[in-house]
């Protein structure tokens, strides 16, 4: 590991030592939500930089193997992590996100799950954004869905509901705007599906955009910068 004292994490003092120490202890939970699944990636390039990394590159050809796009990105590779072994490798070139596709190699384009990620107003208390997530859950019970919370690494949570990946990404994306939508119009003071600081004013906006191609949400155990 190079410069393992740099600092990637300023407001804690966190260096790039403390990292691959992490990954290294959550390896096992952590390869159980990325196996087989493109991902989008955050890097700290310290000094407070970052920069996210979508396709797949020759550098670090022993962490990453490309994953071939097809349709309207054709020529362009997406990246998906090796092997389990590869996430002690990741603190080395500052990979601290990783966000994970709805869908696995080799039918990515396919969603095995949904997500709504709720997102509060910051000044919400959690009991609020806990509320809000059980409505959510208790819509999905009523249309025959079965879901799961799962924390966002921020203020809010993420509802994950999932399917049998027959899903077009397409299909995904619309049946959970129009969830959204719903949610918005039934219970108005609480969710909201538009984006902007204005609109989720004491309210919670439900982004339902993790369910696009190459907009994944962050998985499970991954840092967040």
Known sequence: LTHPERVLFADEGLTKAD??????????????????????ILRAAGNGKSFFQRHADRQFPQLFLPVAAGGEHDGDSWMRLRSAA??????????????AWNARVPRIDRADRLVLDLDPDPGLDWPTVRTAAILVRDLLQNLGLESRPKTSGGAGLHVVVPVTPTVP????????????????????RLFTARR?????????FVDWQRNQVAAPPVAAWSPRL
């Open 86 to 99: 590869a996430i002690g490798g990741l603190a080395q070139p500052g990979v601290v996100e990783l966000h």
């Open 196 to 204: 902007g600081v204005a609109n989720r004013r004491g309210r919670v």
């Open 169 to 188: 990404f397409e299909l995904a994306a619309s049946l959970t705007e129009a969830l959204a939508q719903h949610l918005a119009r039934a219970l108005p």
């Open 19 to 40: 990292l691959q120490r992490y990954f290294e202890q959550v390896q096992p939970a952590l390869w159980a939500h990325l196996e087989r699944r493109p991902v989008s």
